[in-house]
């Protein structure tokens, strides 16, 4: 099967004329290099009471405060020699050129549902004014009515939805840059979201690895489109090894996905080998297999306690001579017996609260379970998840703890709000 590419070459040259892979990332746990974050701007500001369940949120961060733990928890990666790249600047360099921007303006409008013809070319005049950081800015805040102060309304879609206060909805989600793509190997998913207000954050991954010149001339295998019509999130891929993927099969992920995922990434000969699907809980607590457990260390995961199983868990393999080309095996099977399966090493399980029923509904709640390994055995946590993180050193794992009381109410952790573009193999 053909696998698409972003561009063509298949490496970067370095100012001291070696080579490298524009991405790496052949587990959870090797040693961070680059990582990309997006740092809450006005989209929170936009988000309203009556916009929550459209746009996601359970409730309404305060930006000063969002913003201060953001910047605490890059400082945090930075301070520890990690690379820290912002999807909003990568963004606004990726217009370099008049046709690229408003080609990306054209599918940004389309995907933001405008459907008025006069309303798209006022917009795209809007657009077309601003910097190209001010209008990527623009376009993750969403764009109210009056800003269009000149704009008459007077097509019957224009005057039957006056009353909605937005022209193109706010981003608020935007800072959990974990879901739109998510890098396996030396290529990634461009991801199809589950929902509508998250599949327009893709557009910007999708300009960034093909025009940004970081990436533009750099063979990027796409082993998912954005433009399939299954959905799959990044929160839901984790790398277990350099031979061994875990997907979920969730409230986000399909699926049909995971075997698109398969059918392209065995076809490219690399080094995976086995995709392991598995089954988990339909609901907002269980949202992706990272809400439910990361990897820490070699051996070490924390979970939350009713994940350990039995799960349902497919095991998928390349097979030449199935129709499909894939070899699908069904188990039921504990979660701490898969991964010494697979891992080949007796494998630790942290249960998130201790096991205890409440710590563990509440801290679950505010991803205790979700972590970012930025080495073997040292993870970034969030401060409020004191009972699990005292856990977490009890089994020597060394942590980073970061402000925690207003990222949260987005609902996703340390590893949520990051994308590794890079880690050392380990």
């Avoid at 587990?27 to 989209?43: C, D, F, N």
């Avoid at 809007?126 to 009056?146: C, P, Q, T, W």
């Avoid at 199809?192 to 940004?212: G, L, P, Q, S, V």
């Avoid at 699926?255 to 490219?268: D, G, H």
Wanted: aromatic share 8%; hydrophobic share 35%; proline share 4%.
């Amino acid at each position: 099967m053909e696998t698409k590419v972003l561009r063509r070459d298949s490496e970067v040259t370095s100012e001291n004329g070696t080579s490298k892979t524009a991405l790496n990332v052949t587990s959870e746990i090797g040693k961070l290099k680059t990582v990309l974050l997006h740092r809450p701007g006005q989209e929170i500001e936009n988000l309203t009471p009556e916009l929550l369940n459209r746009l996601l949120f359970d409730d309404i961060p305060y930006l000063k405060i969002a913003q201060q733990e953001h910047d605490a928890f890059a400082d945090i990666l930075r301070n520890k020699g990690v690379e820290v790249l912002y999807l909003e600047n990568l963004a606004a360099e990726s217009l370099y050129d008049t046709d690229t921007k408003l080609n990306f303006i054209s599918e940004f409008i389309d995907e933001a549902k405008v459907e008025s013809p006069a309303l798209k070319e006022a917009l795209t005049e809007y657009f077309l004014r601003l910097s190209n950081k001010d209008m990527i800015d623009k376009m993750m805040a969403g764009v109210r009515k009056e800003e269009l102060k000149d704009y008459k309304r007077f097509s019957l879609y224009d005057q039957v939805n006056d009353s909605y206060p937005f022209i193109c909805d706010p981003m608020p989600n935007l800072y959990f840059t974990r879901d739109p793509f998510a890098t396996i190997g030396n290529g990634i998913t461009l991801n199809h979201m589950r929902t509508e207000t998250r599949n327009r954050e893709t557009i910007f991954a999708k300009y960034i690895f093909r025009c940004h010149p970081r990436f533009k001339d750099c063979n990027i295998p796409l082993w998912f489109d954005r433009d399939e019509n299954t959905s799959i999130e990044g929160g839901d891929e984790l790398i277990l090894n350099k031979e061994t993927l875990a997907i979920g099969i969730s409230q986000r992920t399909d699926s049909a996905s995971i075997e698109k995922v398969c059918r392209k990434l065995f076809c490219k000969g690399n080094s995976f080998k086995t995709i392991l699907a598995f089954q988990i809980p339909v609901s907002r607590a269980f949202m992706h297999l990272d809400t439910v457990f990361t990897m820490v260390d070699y051996d070490k995961f924390t979970v939350h306690p009713e994940i350990e199983g039995p799960l349902v868990v497919y095991e998928i393999t390349k097979d030449k001579d199935s129709s499909s080309g894939l070899k699908v095996v069904k188990q039921n099977i504990e979660l701490e017996e898969v991964l010494e399966k697979y891992l080949g090493r007796k494998i630790t399980l942290i249960r998130c609260g201790g096991g205890d029923k409440i710590h563990a509904a509440r801290e679950q709640w505010n991803d205790g379970s979700n972590t970012l390994a930025i080495a073997p055995g040292e993870v970034v946590v969030y401060s409020r998840n004191h009972v699990t993180n005292k856990l977490l050193e009890e089994y020597g794992v060394k942590l980073n703890i970061m402000p925690s009381s207003e990222l949260s109410r987005g609902r996703g952790g340390p590893r949520c709000m990051s994308m590794p573009l890079w880690r050392e193999n380990l």
